[in-house]
């Protein structure tokens, strides 16, 4: 194909592109890219979604996040408020040494660890988490057991 004089998209020389009239234009189409850009900035922030809060080092949400998401989570939980407490009164009313207390709790802990490994109940996992949970909540009642034991001299 050759070229013909009446190229419609060959740019040409007109008269328009000169003077007051080639300014307007130009001034129009710099205005218009600028909205453009605009209008381009506008979107890209509407499609991007939003930045995450800030972490904090102090949150301890994930003490309520851990209970709704995992068993061992709801296990650990549940057990700071009923077989932990029940663990501790065991060991309270036999008076146990600390040391004592502590050798029972993991030989527990095995037995009990063991049954879950094997049959995985939401059970078992409450009864894993209670014995370490009650063996803290009985590490201060020891120490005062000591301490006041010392001071009545027996």
């Not at 020389?13 to 453009?36: C, I, P």
């Not at 061992?72 to 207390?101: D, H, I, K, M, Y």
């Not at 050798?103 to 894993?128: D, N, P, S, Y």
């Amino acid at each position: 194909m050759s070229s013909s004089s009446d190229d419609w998209w060959a740019a040409k020389d007109t008269d328009m592109n000169s003077g007051d009239q080639g300014q307007e234009d130009s001034g129009a189409l710099a205005d218009a890219a600028a909205d453009l850009r605009y209008a381009a900035e506008v979107m890209r922030d509407a499609a991007t979604p939003p930045a995450p809060a800030p972490e904090s080092n102090w949150d301890f949400s994930w003490i309520t996040e851990m209970r709704k998401r995992s068993d061992n989570g709801w296990a650990f939980v549940t057990a700071l408020f009923s077989f932990g407490p029940a663990w501790l009164l065991f060991l309270v009313t036999q008076r146990f040494e600390f040391w004592t207390a502590t050798g029972i709790t993991l030989i527990a802990f095995v037995f009990i660890g063991g049954w879950h490994l094997r049959v995985e109940r939401k059970t078992t996992r409450l009864l894993t988490w209670s014995l370490p949970v009650g063996l803290a909540y009985y590490a201060p009642v020891a120490i005062v057991f000591g301490l006041a034991k010392g001071l009545v001299g027996g």
